[in-house]
């Protein structure tokens, strides 16, 4: 011990014995729960408190100690120290452990032992740590469990269900730490959350979720891409929202930063070395490794809805997910002055750059390395009769399901054969999941992408009456402008279309009835019978403060 505890007398924790009496321990303090209320036994009506702690005084030797009490005294107790912190606890009882019922609940110790702390009996003191030996602060960087006993983040993602409820091991780099969210359950108690991304040679993102005051005040103490931590007894389960395996901190936990042990060296080592190029921003992660449970997505949103659900959601990292019944307003597939396949970086999924052929990320020259693939990539408008969202992101796989073809089959398509694929979505009423979360880089402010866009069942959700009636009279026109074979009167039509596609995207409201129909005759440049052709004329009657400054009652013509 340092030259101030040199002459004081402390029982070490491999000496413990029960009912052993008049002692002092000292040890660093390695967890930490929160502190709980029940309902007292003998006063009914009032409630007593208790929160634990381990702590150690050898590589061999640590101990669980309990404390029970009073509000005040438990709550002042838990304030006074964290885990890291050395104490001294004088005259505390020793009990002897039931194995099998406390360490159910409760970190597993070597000891045969307990503290147990009394307000009236026992005192806790907390060390500075010039007091202290650097050989007893040392203990807080060195696991609980054997250094070699854990599992790789890709060795859990790999036995998938198998390992769905057991209690494990776990090595891993810390690769981002979200912030806390705070919450009040039915019954009126507080709680917290906060959500670790970890990261290892195997697996470039794995969720852990802290539940407790204790763990989550450790959380934010460490540095992603710089902390690396060894996770004794963490629950893993399988998410079945996120359809991926993830780890929970539960009460038997112990958490070691930056534990000094061979294998956090060359993990330590491994996220030095590649703290440049494994960087991925959140969409391209979310290109590879996301798989979100779409059945676990029920909540609803109309456009409107969906804004004010982001902006409340303002600051907190965690995206927001939806169900979104409209329609696709803007999908520029047959222009050749938008981009919609680029080429990807089969490594780390970012886009390469057409320019230099070189991937940003990786730094490798994809034509060397044979590193790229062809992807979807692609902005579109969504509307309903509140409003539009504009730039949402369609991309990959779910760009592929939604148009019904790959992406070499799409390239294979002639330009007519691209706008004949656009207008079987455009207009047409869709169920939309998003995924969506508030991003001031995003030109919108908010940063959407498509989970999955499908044609919607007309059963499913109501439908306004604007919308009933468009997709309607498009087919119609899309059917004459299909089967017209005049390249000047197709051109016409395609226009009207378009023109259409404008107005019914710049509506925010309108309530309409089906005009009139008039006949127009086309000028054509060949002899013969001119081709007369329906154009349906909407009657604005109703619009909002924000549609454009179009006067009320005017009328759209083609």
Request: with cysteine.
């Amino acid at each position: 011990m340092a030259n101030s505890f040199a002459t004081r007398t402390f029982t070490t924790l491999s000496d413990l014995q029960p009912n052993m009496a008049n002692l002092k321990v000292i040890g660093v303090v390695i967890g930490k729960t929160d502190v709980k209320g029940f309902p007292d036994r003998k006063n009914i009506g009032s409630e007593r408190y208790t929160f634990s702690f381990t702590i150690r005084d050898s590589p061999a030797h640590f101990v669980n100690a309990a404390s029970w009490g009073n509000e005040d005294y438990i709550k002042s107790l838990s304030d006074s120290f964290r885990v890291g912190d050395c104490v001294i606890i004088e005259n505390p009882l020793i009990q002897r452990k039931e194995i099998e019922r406390e360490e159910k609940f409760s970190p597993a110790t070597p000891s045969n032992c307990k503290l147990l702390l009394s307000e009236n009996h026992s005192t806790v003191k907390v060390c500075s740590s010039y007091e202290v030996d650097t050989k007893l602060l040392s203990l807080i960087h060195l696991p609980v469990k054997e250094s070699h006993d854990y599992y790789s983040l890709g060795d859990i993602v790999a036995n998938g269900h198998s390992l769905n409820g057991r209690i494990i091991n776990v090595l891993a780099a810390v690769k981002s730490v979200g912030e806390p969210k705070y919450f009040t359950t039915s019954d009126r108690r507080k709680g917290q959350r906060c959500e670790v991304r970890l990261y290892d040679e195997t697996e470039s993102s794995f969720a852990m979720t802290c539940w407790d005051n204790e763990s989550i005040l450790l959380a934010q103490s460490w540095m992603p891409r710089e902390t690396v931590i060894f996770v004794s007894d963490v629950r893993i389960s399988f998410d079945k929202f996120r359809n991926c395996m993830t780890a929970t901190v539960i009460s038997k936990t112990i958490i070691t930063t930056n534990p000094e042990t061979p294998e956090a060296n060359i993990l330590l080592n491994f996220i030095r070395e590649n703290k440049e190029t494994n960087v991925l921003d959140d969409e391209i992660e979310s290109y590879f490794k996301e798989s979100i449970n779409l059945s676990t997505i029920v909540d609803v949103y109309t456009v409107e809805q969906l804004k004010g659900k982001a902006l409340k959601n303002e600051g907190k990292a965690d995206p927001s997910y939806g169900i979104l019944y409209a329609y696709i307003s803007t999908l520029n597939i047959d222009d050749e002055t938008t981009k919609v396949v680029r080429n990807r970086c089969s490594t780390c999924g970012y886009i390469v750059n057409e320019a230099s052929n070189m991937c940003t990320i990786c730094n490798k020259n994809s034509l060397d390395f044979k590193s790229v693939f062809l992807s979807f990539d692609m902005l579109i408008d969504l509307t309903d009769h509140t409003g539009t969202l504009h730039s949402c992101s369609l991309t990959g796989s779910v760009a592929e399901e939604t148009l019904g073809c790959t992406v070499n089959e799409f390239l294979a398509m002639t330009d007519e054969q691209k706008t004949a694929l656009k207008w079987q979505f455009l207009l047409e009423r869709s169920k939309i999941y998003l995924k969506f979360v508030v991003s001031h880089r995003a030109r919108s402010g908010l940063k959407i992408s498509v989970l999955s866009c499908k044609l919607a069942d007309p059963t499913e959700q109501p439908q306004r009456k604007l919308l009933n009636f468009t997709p309607l009279r498009v087919t119609c026109f899309r059917a004459q402008t299909a089967a017209c074979e005049d390249p000047p009167l197709r051109s016409l039509l395609t226009n009207i279309l378009g023109g259409l596609t404008w107005y019914f995207r710049r509506l925010h409201v309108l309530h309409d009835r089906i005009g009139k129909k008039e006949k127009v005759r086309p000028q054509r440049r060949d002899a013969g019978s001119p081709l007369r052709v329906q154009i349906v004329v909407i009657r604005a009657s109703e619009m909002c403060a924000t549609c454009w400054g179009c006067p009320t009652q005017s009328l759209f013509t083609c």
